[in-house]
T-cell receptor
Framework: DTGVSQDPRHKITKRGQNVTFRCDPI?????LYWYRQTLGQGPEFLTY????????KSRLLSDRFSAERPKGSFSTLEIQRTEQGDSAMYLC???????????????FGAGSRLTVL | AQTVTQSQPEMSVQEAETVTLSCTYD???????LFWYKQPPSRQMILVIR??????QNATENRFSVNFQKAAKSFSLKISDSQLGDAAMYFC????????????FGPGTRLSVLP
């Protein structure tokens, strides 16, 4: 297993265009998280999945954002009608949650950097 | 909602010396987990150390140790014998023990290691 993979690593787009990011988690991990990170700041939570179910969404996730995790494997994060304020690093992380109290640990991908011109 | 504060935007340390990074958090819960993550320049974030709130003993991982003060809601990271490879952004993170809670990260501290 090569860890958490994200694609593309860099995306430059014009305002108003749609973009999609893909995340492939560690294969045995049942939880998948999306975070957004702007320069010099900590990651901000966007959403997470338990298998294929999207269990929580942040207020940051406007109607232009949508995330899916079909079949509980890879996940996609789509941003429609991009705005300059969407420019950020989009981080994916996965973890194994066994359904009982315990500290599941996030394993992060390298991130997908979005620049909106 | 839980919040995590890191009051030191930047820190520096001489190689081989010891440095302590501060973290405080706000929560009304009694059971939770705390983490320190490291993000080297242009590289992915990796776990440094974690602490369960129900454990009184401070966690230690080689040169990294924490000072967990539950009553004060403080969780500092001590790096001993600092190495050039320790230079990175360090993020403190909180996770509730309630099932279904996400991780909350602080704003980070940029650590420079001086040769």
């Amino acid at each position: 297993d090569t860890g958490v993979s994200q694609d593309p690593r860099h995306k430059i787009t014009k305002r108003g265009q749609n973009v999609t990011f893909r995340c492939d988690p560690i294969s045995e991990h049942n939880r998948l998280y999306w975070y957004r990170q702007t320069l010099g700041q900590g990651p901000e939570f966007l959403t997470y999945f338990q298998n294929e179910a999207q269990l929580e969404k942040s207020r940051l996730l406007s109607d232009r954002f949508s995330a899916e995790r079909p079949k509980g494997s890879f996940s996609t994060l789509e941003i429609q009608r991009t705005e300059q304020g969407d420019s950020a690093m989009y981080l994916c992380a996965s973890s194994l949650d066994r359904g009982f109290s315990g500290a599941n640990v996030l394993t992060f991908g390298a991130g997908s950097r979005l620049t909106v011109l | 909602a839980q919040t995590v504060t890191q009051s030191q935007p930047e820190m520096s340390v001489q190689e081989a010396e010891t440095v302590t990074l501060s973290c405080t958090y706000d929560t009304s819960e009694s059971d939770y987990y705390l983490f320190w993550y490291k993000q080297p320049p242009s590289r992915q974030m990796i776990l440094v150390i974690r602490q369960e709130a129900y454990k009184q003993q401070n966690a230690t991982e080689n040169r990294f140790s924490v000072n967990f003060q539950k009553a004060a809601k403080s969780f500092s990271l001590k790096i001993s014998d600092s190495q050039l490879g320790d230079a990175a952004m360090y993020f403190c993170a909180y996770r509730s023990d309630n099932y279904g809670q996400n991780f909350v990260f602080g704003p980070g501290t940029r650590l420079s290691v001086l040769p």
